[in-house]
């Protein structure tokens, strides 16, 4: 039975989403600019042989916590959901900014597996420097432009930016609170984009794996959409190279690889159930 609940913290309520289902446990965290309607299609490739349970993150979808946003505030979350849904050793997923956050939370932990979608693999100034990347990088496909509005103006953008029945439409329809004026405000903000952003700068992924004491599995799609692709891929070979301890799946699809190949993601997050 799929039900939703609201997780406090000192600063805010962050929305879950607890789909049931069971055997192992399984939290999965999406990405910046995304909401937990982004695993649609890998939870339903789950097909009920785990107890999933996915997040809003803080500044995203449905969850309201007005405060800093760190990766220590992330992984603080995320122990906070584990303890409130009485999660016990989870095994825990996430997709970009949710793999920083899945990575922070796992330092040290009581986890299954650790599962990285799209996520840490080059330490961000490094990434950077290498590409010459300018500040807020990124940001511009992560939000097509703030939202405020009355419900029938948020209907129509709704209509105009996604499909009727897609992940995308799915996500969007997630992606908006009402404020205190009654309207509809768009959830992220652009401040709140570029704070995730900025947080993962604050961990080394080259230390922070050594200090998983679980299983990781590295997914990582073939398709490079960056500047200067060559020379993100070989920074990013030259990396793994130094992961001993990670396992790394290549799929056929680019950044967004939940929505992209689904099937495979939920397979490598069934590897790693135990038994």
């Known amino acids: 039975m799929v039900r939703d609940v609201l997780v406090e913290t000192p600063t805010g ?24 309607e982004i695993w649609r299609h890998v939870i339903e490739a789950i097909d009920g042989a785990a107890r999933v349970v996915a997040v809003d993150l803080r500044g995203h979808g449905q969850s309201c916590v007005d405060a800093s946003f760190t990766l220590a505030d992330l992984a ?72 405020h509005g009355d419900d029938a103006a948020w209907r129509k953008r709704v209509d105009k930016l996604s499909e009727p ?5 799915a996500v969007l329809e997630r992606a908006c609170l009402r404020g205190s004026d009654g309207l509809l405000h768009s959830h992220p903000l652009t401040d709140e984009l570029l704070a995730a952003q900025r947080c993962t700068w604050q961990l080394d992924p080259a230390v922070a794996y050594q200090h998983v004491d679980a299983p990781i599995r590295l997914v990582l799609g073939t398709e490079v959409d960056v500047p200067r692709p060559r020379r993100y891929a070989k920074l990013r070979r030259a990396a793994l190279d130094d992961f001993d301890r990670v396992q790394v799946t290549w799929l056929p699809g680019g950044h967004h690889l939940p929505v992209d190949c689904p099937q495979a993601v939920a397979d490598v997050v069934r590897s790693t159930f135990p038994g």
């Open 13 to 36: 309520s962050l929305a879950v989403r607890d789909y049931g289902g069971a055997g192992p446990q399984v939290l999965l965290l999406h990405g910046a600019g995304h909401n937990l």
């Open 165 to 169: 029945g897609s992940v995308g439409r």
């Open 76 to 147: 603080d979350d995320v122990h906070r959901v584990c303890t409130a849904l009485r999660m016990d050793s989870p095994i825990l997923v996430g997709h970009s900014l949710g793999g920083w956050a899945a990575l922070a939370a796992a330092s040290g932990a009581d986890i299954t597996a650790l599962v990285v979608v799209e996520g840490p693999v080059v330490a961000m100034r490094k990434l950077y420097e290498a590409l010459d990347l300018p500040p807020g990088y990124g940001l511009d496909e992560l939000s097509t432009n703030e939202f």
